[in-house]
């Protein structure tokens, strides 16, 4: 079955400070995305990456970045954090590139409070 | 039923008993993709119906979905108190290339009393 791990599982920052959010995935997906929920509501894509170098802009990407150095990691970086991103993250990985109907895989979230 | 901006939307029912949630989407999708998300992890796939499907069933879960009014259900029978979860529809807008990125849902609570 697939696996992505997620680190930290929690964290708690100062505003402004940097964070720093990792995902890792070991099912050579091309595919990696990072999602927000807040409570109550659906997933919102921040980032996703459709492989090794490659980063996108997702629907609500303002104050995030995003690395993806491999195939298997991808990070979320929050250079001055906020408040307002105060939010469960997902990262999930999707079974293969250049096919609709791409199943994803999540992660177990990482809990971020930003005080 | 789920879309938008809807707040999350909560179902109780007795164990044993069926449920069924609905939701509407907005625009063009290839599919529609159903997800169940359990207390402290990650949303994980259910089910997955494409546009030219009418129904698509697997074990005690039936999905429809009917394009012309741009909506899909997910029901569940016999319901089991695990069966507890937020469950959120998901559409791909996926208009060719290398991915079609996934849209949810708000969710649907659903608690299973037993």
Known sequence: ?????QSPRNKVAVTGGKVTLSCNQTNNHNNMYWYRQDTGHGLRLIHYSYGAGSTEKGDIPDGYKASRPSQENFSLILELATPS???VYFCASGETGGAPAETLYFGSGTRLTVL | SQWGEENLQA????EGED???NC???TYTTVVQWYRQKSGKGPAQLILIRSNEREKRSGRLRATLDTSSQSSSLSITGTLA????VYFCATDAWTGGLSGKLTFGEGTQVTVIS
């Open chain 1, 1 to 5: 079955e697939a696996a992505v791990t």
């Open chain 1, 85 to 87: 991103q105060t939010s």
């Open chain 2, 11 to 14: 179902l109780s029912i007795q």
């Open chain 2, 19 to 21: 449920v069924t949630m």
């Open chain 2, 24 to 26: 509407s989407y907005k």
């Open chain 2, 82 to 85: 695990t069966d507890t979860a």
